[in-house]
């Protein structure tokens, strides 16, 4: 079946613009996770949705960041404002449930550099 | 808080040697321990997985064991090929209602050389 799959896969801004990065979950699948990495390190955890509800956002690493899945499905990351720290690769995983022991599936990503 | 720690690479081996890569663990409350392996070019792929002490997690030749009393979820291969080259994560996820996103390592880039 189909897995999870990002848009667009790479993103070029300029400082100050603001960019939207999409995220298609597998269906059915409860959890959606949104991770950053930055180069040559491991995935560093943004935000996580149970279906619409935000449960946390904690990761989030300014009030430029946003995120939102309003219908518990497909899922946007907004970065306003862009600045140069930002580029990174954005990660989205969906898991089937809410539990920790199940596997998260992770979509190809959106490369952001920001010039 | 949560924390994993894995073996610094870059890895370089030659096909069919044994592989390890080291990784170990800090995690408030009891953890499920994953592997995931990044191939050139493509996204994040569970490798395999243990959710309790002890349990031992396998797939494509590769094992690791959960051992609470080292804290520790080491990845080994007994002979490895040149398609196995790729970043490996180690990472963990803790039960908590509300959230139970993956922690994890650096990464360690294993290349096999024929």
């Known amino acids: 079946g189909a897995g999870v799959s990002q848009s667009p896969r790479y993103k070029v801004a300029k400082r100050g613009q603001d960019v939207a990065l999409r995220c298609d979950p597998i269906?059915?699948?409860?959890?959606l996770f949104w991770y950053q990495q930055a180069l040559g390190q491991g995935p560093e955890f943004l935000t996580y949705f149970q279906n619409e509800a935000q449960l946390d956002k904690s990761g989030l690493p300014s009030d430029r960041f946003f995120a939102e899945r309003p219908e518990g499905s497909v899922s946007t990351l907004k970065i306003q404002r862009t600045q140069q720290e930002d580029s990174a690769v954005y990660l989205c995983?969906?898991?089937?449930?809410?539990?920790?022991?199940?596997?998260?599936?992770f979509g190809p990503g959106t490369r952001l550099t920001v010039l | 808080g949560n924390s994993v720690t894995q073996m610094e690479g870059p890895v370089t081996l030659s096909e069919e040697a044994f592989l390890t890569i080291n990784c170990t663990y800090t995690a408030t409350g009891y953890p499920s321990l994953f592997w995931y392996v990044q191939y050139p070019g493509e996204g994040l792929q569970l490798l395999l997985k243990?959710?309790?002490?002890?349990d031992k997690g396998s797939n494509k030749g590769f094992e690791a064991t959960y051992r609470k009393e080292t804290t520790s979820f080491h990845l080994e291969k007994g002979s490895v090929q040149v398609s196995d080259s790729a970043v490996y994560f180690c990472a963990l996820s803790v039960s908590n209602f509300g959230n139970e996103k993956l922690t994890f390592g650096t990464g360690t880039r294993l290349t096999i050389i024929p």
């Open positions: 243990a959710t309790k002490a002890d």
């Open positions: 269906s059915g699948h409860v959890s």
């Open positions: 995983a969906s898991r089937p449930t809410g539990l920790a022991t199940d596997t998260q599936y």
